[in-house]
């Protein structure tokens, strides 16, 4: 009985009384955030996102907004192996779980390849050339060799069975076709 009496003359001591009441409605505060923020965050409810690739970007735009999602379009790139405007790939992927109002991010292929300016490799060797070319993001095509007394040096750049000259723009990743000199034996 006598630790009671002890323990009810300190929680009548004002700085303890104030200590306890901090507590309880620091506690009080803390629970209710918590609840308050399950609530407001969806906590422990997402849906997956739909796979887009294949849609154009309207096609993906109708099926986010029947998911409650919203989509946005951030680049674009040339991939010669997809059909032109649509999408190729999508930020979060498919099927990942996102909560209601996500906004997905998506990549469109261009309809259109990026064009480059050709490089002037004619009087260099083919391994130059080469490496000239595809610096520029070409490829080299047939190689045709011609009687020359510089073995291996462009003597011609084609492109299409045509001539063409240095600065002209070229889709990105096209082959170009050199003629060689055979050198004499």
């Known amino acids: 009985m006598g630790s009671f009496l002890l323990l009810k003359k300190i ?19 803390y ?20 796979d887009l690739k294949g849609k154009t970007a309207k096609e993906a735009e109708v099926l986010l907004h029947s ?5 946005k379009l951030i680049d674009s790139v040339y991939l010669a192996t997809a059909k032109p405007g649509v999408i190729v790939s999508q930020i979060p992927e498919a099927h990942s779980d996102v909560k209601e109002n996500r906004t997905i ?16 490799v004619v009087g260099i060797s083919l391994r130059h050339a080469t490496s000239v070319i595809e610096a520029q993001g070409l490829k080299v095509g047939k190689l045709y060799y011609v009687p020359d007394i ?36």
């Open 11 to 29: 929680c009548r001591h004002y700085i303890v009384k104030n200590l306890l009441i901090f507590f309880v409605v620091c506690l009080l505060l």
């Open 31 to 50: 629970i209710s955030t918590l609840i308050m923020l399950s609530f407001y965050t969806l906590h422990g409810e997402s849906m997956p996102v739909p």
């Open 67 to 71: 998911h409650l999602l919203r989509g």
């Open 105 to 120: 991010y998506f990549v469109v292929n261009a309809t259109l390849p990026e064009m480059v300016r050709m490089p002037d």
């Open 150 to 185: 510089a073995r291996n040096n462009v003597l011609r750049q084609t492109y299409k069975g045509k001539d063409i000259r240095k600065g002209a723009k070229i889709a990105k990743g096209a082959a170009i076709d050199l003629y060689l000199g055979s050198g004499y034996n």
